[in-house]
């Protein structure tokens, strides 16, 4: 056995039966070994950067590992950003690089790069593999720590020449793990949970933000159940989106300064206590760490698996240091009679529910619009008709986010929309349909991008039809990089410089590639063309021509309080 079937033992050893790649002369051994495998299922991209995506995506909607692999040198160099966002947004996810030879470091070959210096910063663990009879325990470390505590990523560099190196025969035979994540579910502490309950039960207005650490612990019945039997409101970070059905009494909707409903902040602001779960507390979530106030803070609880996360920002009465779902169940135990809050929280519940009704009237005539160009909120309406309640949504962050954030209603808890929100970076959605699909095959698949993601991502067209995945990808085409153009219209005096783009024929391009292709310019076009698309089973892109940011303004805090002082 050499170190390229000890690597595939291994990745099998942890029941992984999907990688996402691309080949260069350095992984020859490695695909070889892999061709010989055929418990390994191998989604050849287009782009490095593509399959870190797809990994990433694959994670979030499987609840696995998600493993990605590629070249040394630029493709080593290409893989970073998926990486990145999976560490960044706590995504269990093994990166895989070939690498130059072992027997002639630092002697300038070809594509030699120090790679474990160039991951340790955007990862968890980042190793050379030196010697193949090492190979197996360096898996299995990897995706341990990928999975564990907060889970994330690492990476292993794997040299050309301990790829190909004999080393005798398995070490393990038996099954290691699944390779889910969270491996384990450490309670927070008895007497800290006793403190926070105490506290919660002595407070009038309590608030949860919960973010995405609700989603991978898996915890949103622990959190509905918890919310529900307190009466405690729920707001979610845009990463946390599904933490709670958004159709509960006790939902606020998405929080923050990018995605929520006019009327949610002011929740969080009016708080007397904020019970963070799972979230980092970062400025988008916090509107820049105004809500609430870091300055003249409530009273905090914090619970997270991260010790790092607890009180970084917030000084916190109450670290519960420990898995989301397992701590829920304790705290709502801990608990002497909960009836007495829930009544008490009759009132704040009927005016929330009241805010949110006010919130639906007032958006309703933009989602009803005939006017041209489409605006998003009709598009998002028109979505949330036509799509069920198990659809998974993969957007990129730029046009579709907002709008999706606050108003394309999810029915039930779980994740079914994904937005990269640790680095944000575009061209992730039609790459990470992929993912979602390989993840869950028995689920409609839907990616929303705008059409600055569409130049960083295009290859993948190529991907989508060589494998006849049955996914709708639908462009917000406002010609520009939109949220940057808006940035310039607020702040910088409508000069706009190096924002827009050559008018393209989108839908042509998507023929080229094998998908079915359209261009919808007509509202009354919209949910025809889309319905139609959804019903083929074919893999579909739709260019929506929608209205722009200067013009309609999204729902971000900030840029909403611009306009308004600017009236």
Known sequence: MNGAQSLVHALRAHAIDHIFGLPGDTGMAFYDALYHEPAITHIMTRDERSASFMADVYARVSGRIGVCEGPSGGGTTYIVPGVAEAQGSAIPLLCLTSDTPVGEEHRGVLTELDQVSLFRPITKWSERVNRASGMEDAVHRAVRLATSDRPGAAHLSLPSDVLEEDHGTAVRDAVVSRGVAPQSRPRADAR???????????????????????????????????????????????????????????????????????????????????????????????????????????????????????????????????????????????????????????????????????????????????????????????????LDDETIIVADPGTPTPYLAAQYQLRVAGRTTVIPRAHGGLGYAIPGVVGAHVAAPDKRTIGMLGDGSFGMSVGELETISRLNLPIVLIQCGNG???????????????????????????????????????????PADLEPVLANALASGKPTFVNVVTEAQMTETPPVSSWEAAVASAM
């Open 480 to 522: 520009s990089y939109g949220w940057i153009k808006q940035l310039q219209h607020l702040y910088h005096d409508q000069r706009y410089y190096s924002v827009d783009f050559t008018n393209l024929d989108y839908a042509a391009i998507a023929r080229g590639f094998g998908l079915e292709g359209h261009h919808v310019t007509d």
């Open 192 to 386: 800290e949970v006793q403190r926070a309950a105490d506290l919660i039960a002595r407070v009038r207005r309590p608030v949860i933000v919960a973010g995405g650490g609700v989603l991978t612990s898996q915890a949103w019945d622990e959190l509905t159940t918890f919310a529900e039997s307190t009466g405690i409101p729920v707001g979610t970070s845009i990463n946390g989106k599904g933490s709670i059905a958004e159709t509960s009494e006790c939902s606020i909707g998405v929080v923050g300064g990018n995605g929520s409903p006019s009327y949610a902040n002011e929740w969080i602001r009016e708080a007397d206590l904020v019970f963070f779960i799972g979230t980092r507390t970062d400025s988008t979530t916090t509107a820049a760490w105004t809500l609430p106030s870091r300055a003249n803070p409530p009273v905090t609880i914090h619970l997270d698996m991260s010790s790092r996360e607890i009180g970084n920002t917030y000084p916190t009465s109450v670290v519960l240091h420990g898995d989301a779902r397992a701590t829920l169940v304790d705290l709502l135990a801990a608990f002497g009679r909960v009836q007495t809050m829930r009544e008490a929280a009759t009132a704040r519940l009927a005016r929330l529910e009241a805010d949110k009704h006010a919130y639906v009237d007032a958006t309703q005539e933009a989602a009803g619009s005939d006017s041209r160009p489409i605006k998003p909120q009709r598009l998002v309406a028109t979505l949330r008709r036509l």
